[in-house]
């Protein structure tokens, strides 16, 4: 008896901080988020211009609504911003391994960046950096009174239902209709295809024990390095966990992509090398799977497929500054965001979570994980996939940013790795002002020089943590202006 009135004191709690996170973020939202029209927006490695090559107009003057050109390239950067998948605490979901928690609000903030970047490297795996949403300018710009008031009726009807002893509500929606019947023509046939690879990826991510990279995997996953549901989890430890995630996932549309995690900032060429290259170990098909089936055709560059030739997620934990971050690391953060393979930076303020995407001047462009919505079953076939999206755009300060953080690259095969090697080696050559790069890259492996040796276990969870023989660092809901 006492065991069931703690756990309706939990949910009731969760239900407290879920309304609170989605007041707080509402207030966040209430502000429309500005870009300027005469800079550049770059998103992914992707560049946008929200002016016309013709227009000399004055800096802060509002564009021309009948302006083709610009609104062509509005649409697209918000086409392609809303095509991202957007993780963000969820409530109702199954009670979380090792704890009766139901809801991550408050404290899972890093997992869901961590998975909208995973996110973003199977998208460029599966679908291409091209790729966007055939939805994605459908989204309905977010309702700040909606959400605060679904949420409060939400926390209201589950405190009538706990004084009935009833269940609470579900708010899973009516799922559209999808996919009735097979399509027709070939360019009908490729977007069915499409659509296939991205319902799977985003089941991949679902809120149950049995989702491949579900926050209940993830959390399971930390049980291992000492963190526990509810739990404040860092950007490096992150890191690490997805790297299990991914290795240990069992739907057979994973198996040709695995995970690397640099040491000590540095990312050693032959470790990554010898991932691309080395078979899965225990790699078998599971005999039941509640995703959806993935789809089963050749890729578009196919060798990432072969056994012998895996794409690699490359992660590299790294700390820009001292206490703050270090205001000469911002060229650094631009040029990294400017290249398609990067799959974003996950960091943000401390225990305040973000996922960096793109930068318009001296702002980051990011995804906030801060809203709680319900709970979706992604195991039924038409699950539906809006929330999963977001068409609001958020920047940030660079000075903001917290130091500590992750970044991430999607590298395809051994050819591309040693692209990225070359192109990163230009991008990571120190400035004047700062005397260490942000990360470095090395060739061999990382055991040839036993850099470890000397570290706890406590300390290996912190791989930004510089060996001190090595180095030392120093410390359409937006409007155009």
């Known amino acids: 008896m006492q065991n069931k009135g703690s756990d309706e004191v939990e949910r009731l709690r969760t239900k407290f901080l879920s ?7 509402s207030w966040a939202l209430k502000s429309k988020t500005s870009f300027s ?9 992707k560049c946008y211009h929200f002016k016309a090559e013709d227009d000399d107009s004055p800096t802060e003057a509002c564009h021309d609504p009948f302006d083709e050109d610009v609104m062509g390239n509005v649409e697209a950067f918000r086409k392609d911003f809303a095509s991202r998948v957007w993780l963000t605490y969820r409530e109702e979901f199954p009670p979380l391994p090792g704890s009766s928690l139901t809801s991550d609000c408050g404290w899972g903030c890093m997992l ?12 460029l795996h599966f679908l291409g950096r091209d790729w966007t949403w055939s939805g994605a300018l459908a989204l309905q710009p977010l309702d700040t009174e909606t959400w605060t008031t679904t949420a409060a009726k939400r926390l209201v ?3 009538e239902a706990s004084l009935q002893g009833s269940p609470g509500p579900s708010d899973h929606g009516s799922p ?14 490729d977007a069915h295809l499409k659509d296939m690879y991205h319902r799977t990826l985003v089941s991949w991510f679902g809120d149950s024990p ?16 000492g963190k526990q549901a509810g739990d404040w989890y860092g950007p490096a430890v992150v890191a690490h966990i997805l790297k299990k995630a991914v290795e240990e996932a069992m739907d057979p549309g994973l198996a040709g992509i695995t995970a690397y995690v640099s040491q000590d900032c540095t990312v050693y060429s032959a470790d990554v090398i010898d991932s691309h290259r080395a078979p899965r170990s225990g790699q078998a098909s599971p005999e039941r799977s509640d995703a959806p089936p993935s789809p089963q055709i050749d890729q578009p560059l196919s060798a990432s497929t072969l056994p012998d030739n895996r794409a690699v997620i490359i992660l590299v934990p790294v700390r820009l500054g001292g206490e703050k971050t270090n205001p000469d690391y911002f060229n650094f953060a631009k040029s990294i965001l400017s290249l398609e393979y990067c799959i974003g930076i996950i ?15 001296d702002s980051l462009i990011y995804m906030d994980p801060h809203y709680c ?3 979706v079953d992604v195991s039924t076939s038409d699950f539906p996939l809006q929330s999963y999206h977001c068409p609001s755009p958020k920047k940030m300060p660079f000075s903001k940013m917290d130091p500590s953080c992750t970044i991430g690259f999607y590298s395809r095969s051994v050819q591309d790795y040693e692209r990225i090697r070359q192109e990163l080696s230009k991008v990571l050559q120190p400035s004047a002002k700062e005397k260490y790069p942000a990360f470095t890259f090395v060739q061999g492996h990382g055991r040839d020089y036993d850099l470890s040796a000397g570290l706890t276990p406590e300390k290996r969870e912190w791989p930004f943590i510089r060996d001190p023989r090595r180095t030392v660092t120093t410390a359409g809901d937006f409007v155009l202006l």
């Open 373 to 375: 919505q319900s709970f």
């Open 210 to 225: 049995s989702a491949q990279l579900g926050l209940h995997r993830l959390v399971r996953l930390g049980l291992t390095m």
């Open 347 to 361: 960091g943000g303020k401390p225990k305040q979570a973000c996922y960096f995407v793109g930068f318009q001047d």
């Open 37 to 45: 029209r005469n800079s550049p927006v770059l998103l992914l490695g």
């Open 157 to 159: 009807a589950s405190l």
């Open 176 to 189: 559209p209709a999808h996919f009735a019947q097979a399509p027709g023509s070939a360019e009908e046939a």
């Open 112 to 123: 869901r960046a961590g998975q909208m970047m995973l996110a973003q490297a199977l998208i």
């Open 19 to 25: 309304v609170w996170h989605n007041v707080k973020y």
